[in-house]
Nanobody, 118 residues
Framework: QVQLVESGGGLAQPGGSLSLSCVAP????????MEWYRQAPGKECELVAS????????TYADSVKGRFTISRDNAKNTLYLQLNSLKPEDTAEYYC???????????WGQGTQVTVSS
């Protein structure tokens, strides 16, 4: 059984946008807080954003506040991250996570690569 699949990454210009998705058919998605993490080469895993189980509460890392938006559709078992006003320092592999976690952050699923050119 596939636990989750991250997708939507790619190459973007500085100031551009990307939309990431995380489809999670392998567990009862609607009861969990969900999160996006990212990890750049040589850097530690960083929490980017989180969203409550109902989608009514969200939090963001200071580095992305005002630029990224996390959302979810519980009927589709899908988590989203809208990335706007991209910067080169946003370049990283992006991963889903749940609370309580099944695996360490930045290791669950295949991840999706975001590259912002300079």
């Amino acid at each position: 059984q596939v636990q989750l699949v991250e997708s939507g990454g790619g190459l973007a210009q500085p100031g551009g946008s990307l939309s990431l998705s995380c489809v999670a058919p392998g567990f009862t998605f609607s009861i969990y807080v969900m999160e996006w993490y990212r990890q750049a080469p040589g850097k530690e895993c960083e929490l980017v954003a989180s969203i409550s189980s109902t989608g009514t509460s969200t939090t963001y890392a200071d580095s992305v506040k005002g630029r990224f938006t996390i959302s979810r559709d519980n009927a589709k078992n899908t988590l989203y991250l809208q990335l706007n006003s991209l910067k080169p320092e946003d370049t990283a592999e992006y991963y889903c996570n749940r609370l309580p976690a099944r695996a360490p952050p930045c290791s669950w699923g295949q991840g999706t690569q975001v590259t912002v050119s300079s």
